[in-house]
């Protein structure tokens, strides 16, 4: 089945350095997604790609969809105490609604 | 918007009781909601899929006997752990979307189930 590599499995970095994470897969993916995850809590949608190439940003976030559509990356920059958490890329393949999620990305910031 | 709730946020119950997790969807109809759990420092492992009004998809290796999930509203999708065992406890999670296209998951903040 599908399977989404995500890296780095973890970052300790200090207040205000920027952050990359990727997500690859061997699949095609029509979606791409990334959600931040808190301790004890669900998931929280970050940013959503539909289209490939696609370069969308949110505040200091910023993740684009691959051309190849086997790819994504998030960017975080000038991070801050409260970007602390578990980052999860999800992917949606043509025609299913549910998704694949990678190994998550742990983020500990040094202030 | 894309509000979802889950209730419990934490259950401790004796092995062979069964517990019943709800997840509401506040402010949308959810016609699609799936049920997941996580264990610890692990991703998200989805269990089923339930569309409203019909029989949930379960994930290989799911047992639907043993987590029986019914989705009888635009609202609301409900998990039951029967008869649970200590190896059942984790975190569960659902996420609701809507429409057939690519709507974006929207998840609750979880569940999580201590079985003793």
């Known amino acids: 089945g599908q399977q989404l590599n995500q890296s780095p499995q973890s970052m300790f970095i200090q207040e205000g350095e920027d952050v990359s994470m990727n997500c690859t897969s061997s699949s095609i993916f029509n979606t791409w997604l990334w959600y931040?995850?808190?301790?004890?809590?669900?998931?929280?949608l970050l940013i959503a790609l539909y289209k490939a190439g696609e370069l969308t940003s949110n505040g200091r976030?910023?993740?684009?969809?691959?051309?190849?559509?086997?790819?994504?990356?998030?960017?975080?920059?000038?991070s801050i105490p409260s970007d602390v958490g578990i980052y999860f890329c999800a992917g949606q393949v043509q025609g299913a609604?549910?998704?694949v999620f990678g190994q998550g990305t742990r983020l500990t910031i040094n202030p | 918007g894309a509000?979802?709730?889950q209730h419990p946020s934490w259950v401790i119950c004796k092995s062979g009781t069964s517990v019943k997790i709800e997840c509401r969807?506040?402010?949308?109809?959810?016609?699609?909601?799936?049920?997941?759990?996580q264990f610890p420092k692990q991703s998200l492992m989805l269990m089923a899929t339930s569309n409203e009004g019909s029989k949930a998809t379960y994930e290989q290796g799911v047992e639907k006997d043993k987590f029986l999930i019914n989705h009888a509203s635009l609202t609301l999708s409900t998990l039951t752990v029967t008869s649970a065992h200590p190896e059942d406890s984790s975190f569960y999670i659902c996420s609701a979307t809507w429409g057939q296209g690519y709507q974006p998951q929207h998840f609750g903040?979880?569940?999580?189930?201590s079985i003793l």
């Open chain 2, 109 to 113: 903040d979880g569940t999580r189930l």
């Open chain 1, 97 to 99: 609604q549910k998704l």
């Open chain 2, 3 to 5: 509000v979802v709730s």
């Open chain 1, 61 to 78: 976030l910023t993740a684009q969809f691959g051309i190849t559509r086997k790819d994504s990356f998030l960017n975080i920059s000038a």
């Open chain 1, 36 to 44: 931040k995850q808190d301790p004890g809590e669900g998931p929280v």
């Open chain 2, 25 to 37: 969807s506040l402010d949308f109809q959810a016609t699609t909601m799936f049920w997941y759990r």
